[in-house]
């Protein structure tokens, strides 16, 4: 018997999400699919759907193929986990994955990761984090990185050759 996790995310506010004509399908439809839905979801820069596509995205990236990969000591503890990609080449840019596990509101100061400016540009965050500064798109400075509770950011800066 097949249950309604493996029923695909609707295509949008129609009926049946837009996988039948008929009031009544052969697999379930689940009830939220009016305002859980791919079209909802395109439209909302933090979805899952587009946090993912941002992710899969930076795979193809230099950082990513070629690049190293550091966990700084300086910035992790219990509650915070980073990471880094860069790829070693002036102006190439570097990938700062900082995710908060803890259960409460974090800033961070991430100036203690070699070869970055002083601020750079979230490309996502996951958990639909409220708090400002953060969104999508946005730049934010080194010294003071808020971070909600259970939230992860992806933001991008330009690699640095130390002088």
Not at 14 to 28: Q, V
Not at 43 to 59: F, G, M, Q, T, W
Not at 101 to 119: P, T, Y
Request: aromatic content about 8%.
């Amino acid at each position: 018997m097949r249950g309604a996790c493996g029923v695909g995310r609707g295509a949008g506010k129609i009926r049946a999400g837009g996988f039948s004509t008929s009031d009544d399908t052969w697999l379930p439809v689940n009830e939220n699919y009016p305002f859980l839905n791919v079209e909802l979801q395109r439209e909302d820069p933090e979805s899952h759907l587009n946090v993912y596509k941002i992710l899969v995205a930076l795979r193809s990236t230099n950082a990513h193929l070629y690049g190293e990969l550091d966990f700084p000591n300086a910035v992790n503890t219990e509650d915070i986990f980073v990471f880094t990609r860069m790829y070693p080449v002036e102006g190439e840019d570097a990938y700062i994955i900082v995710v908060n596990f803890g259960e409460d509101r974090q800033v961070l100061n991430l100036n203690s990761i070699q070869n970055l400016g002083g601020s750079g540009v979230v490309l996502a965050r996951s958990g639909h984090e409220t708090e400002p500064g953060t969104e999508h798109g946005s730049t934010v400075d080194f010294n003071a990185v808020p971070i909600g509770s259970k939230v992860g950011l992806v933001i991008s800066s330009p690699f640095l050759v130390e002088t």
